[in-house]
Each structure stands twice: as C-alpha cells, then as structure tokens.
C-alpha cells in the first residue's frame, strides 16, 4: 500500500508492506554402511520441517519546500519481522540381518525475532548555478530482537524403554540484543566551471549496542538445565567514527585528474559484561 499526496509546499507520503511465507518439508534418508566392501548395518531417517516468516515495513513523512532552494525532509520507518522454525528427525539403526538395535528423536525448534525504528531529517539547499548544492542529513535508528531455540536428541536402545542417558542431551538457548545509532553527515558540491568541481564534508556515526545470549544444557537423568559458559556471551559495544574531506577535481589538455584529502578518528569500546 502506498499513498502520496501532495499540496505545494508539502507533500505527504505512506507506505506499509506485509510478507508472510509458510514452507513445509518432508524427506528421508536411507543409508547401507559398509566396513570393506561388506554390508555391516543400516540407518534410516525420516525428517518434516515446517518454517513460517512474517515481515512488516512501514515508512511515513513529510517533504516542506520553504522555497525554491531549500527544502526539508522528515521520515520514518517501521520494521518488524519474526522467523519460525520447527524440524523433527525420527531414526533408526539395524544391523546388517535389519534387526532394529537403536531407535531415535530429534526435536529442533527455534524462533527469533526482531524491530528496528528510524528517524530522519533531511535539508537541501540549491543555488543559481547547475549542480551546486547544500545537503545535510541527521539519522536516529533504534533496533532489538532476540530468540530462543531448543534442541533434543533421544536415542532408546532396543532393551530400554527410557532415552538412553548416553546417548541423549538437551540443549537451551536463548538471546537478545539492542542497538541505537546516530549519523550526522554534512555535504557541499560547488562546480566552478564546466570542468572543474569542488565537493567538501563531514560525517559522524555514533552507536551503542548491547548482546546477550545465554545456552543451557542438561542430561535424561538430571531435570534440571545447567549453564554452558563456554557458549554464552553478555557484551556491549560503543563505537564512534568522525570524518572530513575535501575533493577537487578538473580536466586540463583532456585529461580529467581529482585530488583530496580524507581525515578520520575512531573510537572503539568493548565490555565483557
């Protein structure tokens, strides 16, 4: 859906898109294994996933023409999406007369998602002469999203009527994350002549982002779910990056030549939380 309507000196605009998908899968795997050339067992699987997304965008804003040089921008957008997926594996293992000697379930489950908001403000400024112009550009941008996903596997011997603890686990997981950005850029183009065209600016880009993401395990014979350190990450990261330059560029005999300069500082902060 798109709207545009405009009433000089504004013009309105909105726009939202929505997605879905739903793909469903069914296979199998049958496999001989061989030692040497002879047939000594059998393994059969049968697998069915089914995965669902959804998708939403939206964007909304104003243009305002103050006059016929300068004009101002304001925006937004709206994103949103979330992702499901379920796949069940069920096996078993013969030896090579078939006779059935393990049987087994996986359970693959996993859902994640996320939102992400936008705010700009754009100015433009135009001049008598073809091509020079003034623009500045200021983004806000907020965005989080997160997840869970478990993962089990149960194999039951022939003789057992419970998964085997040997050969089963139990896995848990869980994340989540968040971000917020700043950019700032600043341009000026001036064409002196037809061949001849000098361009300067600055930029900034600030963020701040925050990652957590936690894995748990456990066994059969203990109900309870116990950390993995070894898989699990809590962090935050602020990073800023300035910049200037200065282009200029000319053609002189029919060769066209530019030179510049670009200066730029960065900051970078990790913390293990």
Do not use: C
């Not at 748990?216 to 203990?222: E, L, P, S, V």
């Amino acid at each position: 859906v798109n709207l545009n309507v405009k009433e000089n000196p504004f013009n309105f605009f909105v726009m939202y898109n929505y997605n879905t998908a739903t793909n469903d899968n069914d296979g199998f795997t049958k496999r001989t294994n061989l030692y040497n050339g002879a047939t000594v067992g059998y393994y059969d699987q049968t697998n069915i996933a089914s995965f669902r997304r959804g998708f939403q965008f939206g964007r909304f804003g104003f243009d305002y023409n103050i006059n016929n040089r300068n004009s101002i921008t304001l925006s937004g957008n709206i994103v949103q999406g979330q992702f499901n997926t379920m796949d069940t594996q069920d096996s078993e293992t013969s030896d090579s007369a078939h006779n059935l000697m393990l049987t087994g379930h996986r359970l693959n489950d996993s859902k994640s998602w996320f939102k992400n908001y936008t705010a700009q403000i754009q100015y433009r400024k135009t001049f008598p002469t073809a091509g020079k112009e003034l623009t500045s550009d200021l983004n806000f941008n907020h965005s989080y999203g997160g997840g869970n996903y478990l993962n089990t596997t149960e194999n039951y011997l022939l003789s057992g009527t419970s998964p085997d603890p040997n050969l089963s686990n139990y896995y848990m997981n869980w994340s989540k994350s968040g971000s917020n950005m700043y950019n700032y850029q600043l341009d000026f183009v001036n064409p002196l002549n037809d061949y001849t065209k000098f361009e300067t600016g600055v930029k900034a880009n600030f963020s701040q982002s925050l990652n957590e993401q936690n894995t748990f395990f456990k066994t059969f014979a203990d109900a309870n779910y116990y950390q993995d350190t070894s898989l699990t990450n809590h962090y935050s990261i602020d990073n800023l990056v300035t910049a200037a330059y200065v282009n200029y560029s000319s053609k002189k005999w029919g060769i066209g030549y530019q030179g510049g300069l670009r200066f730029e500082s960065s900051y970078y902060k990790g913390t293990l939380l």
